[in-house]
């Protein structure tokens, strides 16, 4: 092994992860700029659902089949592609106009994503083929994730103190340009010709199952839960998802292999993993406006806030790697799973006037929980899966997080969402016109405005009672659905506790056995 061959090596491996840091930053910049996307453009509680949406529905939808697109036509190419659409997608975010316009880019960027995310692993492990090396490789991989994390926050909110909302788009332009050059000069190509053909009836009825089911409930709060319009949503995604299964038990190259769901431990595993990633989310979306909007934080000042999680899921992502070895998969799984029921229903109790020193101590004790689920749980997933099929196992993996996450908003905001409204009766501010208590429903950003516009025409005491009314609405919200998030820890714990192997089985395929495009950080 030469030293320049080393030196090329190290060289793709920064371009990679350069990549996926791109990827996780700007999901975290989104989430802190969406009190300014109320403000600037008017965006509903719905409308900001749809723009974090937008962009994991894609993603989640698609990551399943965009690796095998790399495997047949070519992994740098797959690559570059991706990363051309996801940085002109959120250059066009910039500037749109609109809620719909930036859901419109924000769908688009998720389609580079998809393209970009498993592109990355697939080089990174054509790339480092001794075992040693590869395995140090898919940990550096792994690890830059949390710098997009804490990264997001902090520049966004730098960005958003001195600039526009779409300055948090900006920033990302250029980083996608230089991932395309870099990747152009340093990145090798490989493929697989053999890669079986795309599944475009999986592809398309899972995407249509799942974007029918997240519409149904983000829009359930306007239509009512058991009203029609959300009744026929509901049926209609169970019978996509019906389809989805009876399909992939009847074609020869699946796109995913639901017979894998027949084995218990790799169902409560993947179930684990999606209810982690869904309080994940549904918390970062609520958090974010609790922030800025009861507690008055600014931009940066959220930003900053909100590194303990960060920290703290990537200090218990090494926690839970060691720990489970000691211990199993189950006690690890099960401990972080009542770590985090905890931590929200210690969240419930939150007033706005809550000191952040135990904020922060509660968004620790959540970071510990999901860090120490994510790296035991996808051990599981893996230690199930045949050495054969393990690329199933991997895309499985990325898959739950992400349909997990745009669960979460989905659910948390809309639960919240009705929370809220529900509060904002008629008779909620005596004397509010009533076009203006309507504008107050759509979101407790918008309710401070139309309380701010009111002071300004002189009305101070009936602006400050809707304030008051709108803050306590919100937090009785945000209380409620913390609440629910602990309720379905708490059956998670359970399921994981009876389901969950504690030790990998005996006949678990072992790492060198998969192949390259596998690996999983």
Partial sequence: MTTTTSRSRTGVLAVLCLCVIAIYMDAMIVNLALPSLVRELGSSTTGLQWIIDAYGLTFAALVLAAGSLGDRFGRRGTLIAGLVVFTLATGAGALCTSTGQLIAARTVMGLG?????????????????ERKERAAAIGVWGAVSGIGVVLGPILGGVLLEHFWWG???VVVVPI???CVALTALL???SRDPQTPGLDLPGLVLSTAAIGLLVYTIIEAPERGWLGGASLLGFAGAAVLFAALVWRELNTAHPMLDV????NLRFSAACGTITITFFTLNGFTFMVTQYFQFLKAYSPLGAGVRLIPVAVAIIIGSVLGGKLVIRLGTRTVVTTGLVLMGIAYAWFSIDAIETAYP?????????????????VPATESIMSVVPAAKAGIGSAMNDATRLFGGTLGIAVVGSVHHSLYTGKLGDDAVPGLPAAVLEHSRDSVGAALQSAAALAARGQGQLATTLQDVAQQAFLHGFQLACLTVTGICA?????AGALLPNRPPATAPEPEAAQPDTATA
């Avoid at 017979?259 to 027949?262: D, Q, S, V």
């Fill in 113 to 129: 994503a998809a393209l970009i995310y498993p592109s990355t692993l697939s080089i990174l492990t054509s790339v480092f083929v």
């Fill in 187 to 189: 990145v090798p190509n």
């Fill in 176 to 178: 996608g340009l230089l």
């Fill in 358 to 374: 135990m904020i922060a101590a509660q968004m620790v004790v959540i970071g510990l929980g999901i860090g120490m689920v994510a």
């Fill in 259 to 262: 017979r894998l769901f027949t």
């Fill in 167 to 169: 300055s948090v788009f």
């Fill in 491 to 495: 059956v998670a714990a359970l399921v």
